[in-house]
C-alpha cells in the first residue's frame, strides 16, 4: 500500500514539473496528491489521486484537473477545496468541485480573501464519501515553483 502512494507522489512530481512550465503570466500551477493518510483524523482508505491546477491571479479562475481511484462515482458525496490549514489541520470549505466522480475538470473562482492562503501551501482538496463524510482522501495544494 505504501508502495502505491510513492509512486502516486513520484508520478505527480514528475507530471507536476512537466504541468509547470507553460505558465503565462499571472497564472500559477499547483498539485496535489491524495490519500486517506493526509485526512484529519486519518483514514484507512486504499483511495488515492492527484490533482493539477492552476490559478490565474486576475480573473481568480482556480481551474483544476483532479484523478482518483479506489472511490465510486456513486460514493463521493462531495469534494472541495479548504483553507487556510498546514498538513493535518481542519479548515471550513473554501469552494465546492465538481462534477461529482473521477475525473474532474473544471474552474471555479476562489475568493479574493483566500488567494495568499493558495499560493502559500495553506489550502487542501478533498474527496467526501458515503463511508468517511469528513472526507476520505486529501491532499495538500502544493505551489510548483
Given at each position: 500500500?505504501?508502495?502505491?502512494?510513492?509512486?502516486?507522489?513520484l508520478?505527480?512530481?514528475?507530471?507536476?514539473?512537466?504541468?509547470?512550465a507553460?505558465a503565462?503570466?499571472?497564472?500559477?500551477?499547483?498539485?496535489?496528491?491524495?490519500n486517506?493518510?493526509?485526512?484529519?483524523?486519518p483514514?484507512?482508505?486504499?483511495a488515492?489521486g492527484?490533482?493539477?491546477?492552476?490559478f490565474d491571479?486576475?480573473?481568480l479562475?482556480?481551474?483544476y484537473?483532479?484523478?482518483?481511484?479506489?472511490i465510486?462515482?456513486?460514493a463521493?458525496?462531495?469534494?472541495h477545496v479548504?483553507?487556510?490549514?498546514a498538513?493535518?489541520?481542519p479548515a471550513?470549505?473554501i469552494?465546492?468541485?465538481s462534477?461529482?466522480?473521477?475525473?474532474?475538470?473544471l474552474?471555479?473562482?476562489?475568493?479574493?480573501?483566500?488567494?495568499?492562503?493558495?499560493?502559500?501551501?495553506m489550502t487542501y482538496?478533498?474527496?467526501?464519501?458515503?463511508?468517511?463524510p469528513?472526507?476520505?482522501?486529501r491532499?495538500?495544494i502544493?505551489?510548483?515553483k
Amino acid at each position: 500500500m505504501q508502495l502505491r502512494y510513492v509512486r502516486a507522489f513520484l508520478a505527480a512530481a514528475l507530471l507536476g514539473g512537466l504541468y509547470a512550465a507553460p505558465a503565462p503570466a499571472g497564472t500559477r500551477n499547483f498539485v496535489a496528491v491524495l490519500n486517506g493518510g493526509q485526512e484529519t483524523p486519518p483514514t484507512t482508505s486504499n483511495a488515492f489521486g492527484v490533482a493539477f491546477l492552476t490559478f490565474d491571479d486576475k480573473t481568480l479562475a482556480l481551474c483544476y484537473s483532479i484523478t482518483y481511484t479506489g472511490i465510486t462515482r456513486t460514493a463521493e458525496t462531495a469534494a472541495h477545496v479548504h483553507g487556510p490549514a498546514a498538513p493535518g489541520a481542519p479548515a471550513a470549505i473554501i469552494v465546492a468541485l465538481s462534477p461529482a466522480g473521477s475525473p474532474k475538470n473544471l474552474c471555479v473562482t476562489l475568493p479574493k480573501a483566500n488567494k495568499k492562503d493558495l499560493k502559500r501551501g495553506m489550502t487542501y482538496l478533498n474527496v467526501h464519501t458515503m463511508d468517511n463524510p469528513s472526507g476520505e482522501i486529501r491532499g495538500q495544494i502544493i505551489p510548483t515553483k
